[in-house]
Nanobody
């Protein structure tokens, strides 16, 4: 059974940084794509970033240049480094992975396994 556990959220001032981690278990981590999504109160869950098993990365326009996704296959962990944080980045951040390779990494409905989420709050 695939399990994803996020950590690293918290409260930070605008302009600050946080690094989120997502520890995966239950299957061969290196073989699967990984994604980060977020959901703010009253809004739909939205794509943030994804990294393919081969290492290529994809970002939402709203975070490009500020956020960096990476993976450490030896530690079965994916990271999201968030710099220059803005109040509009406030949300619950979720780690997710599909059961098989997907073409459209930005579509939340294509992901089968989700973590419990970690809260990120950016104060102005």
């Amino acid at each position: 059974q695939v399990q994803l556990v996020e950590s690293g959220g918290g409260l930070v001032q605008a302009g600050g940084s946080l690094r989120l981690s997502c520890a995966a278990s239950g299957r061969t981590f290196s073989s699967y794509d990984m994604g980060w999504f977020r959901q703010a109160p009253g809004k739909e869950r939205e794509f943030v970033a994804a990294i393919r098993s081969g290492g290529s990365t994809h970002y939402a326009d709203s975070v490009k240049g500020r956020f960096t996704i990476s993976r450490d296959n030896a530690k079965n962990t994916v990271y999201l480094q968030m710099n220059s944080l803005k109040p509009e980045d406030t949300a619950v951040y979720y780690c997710a992975t599909p059961a098989k390779p997907v073409f459209l990494l930005r579509l939340a409905r294509l992901y089968d396994y989700w973590g419990q989420g970690t809260q990120v709050t950016v104060s102005s």
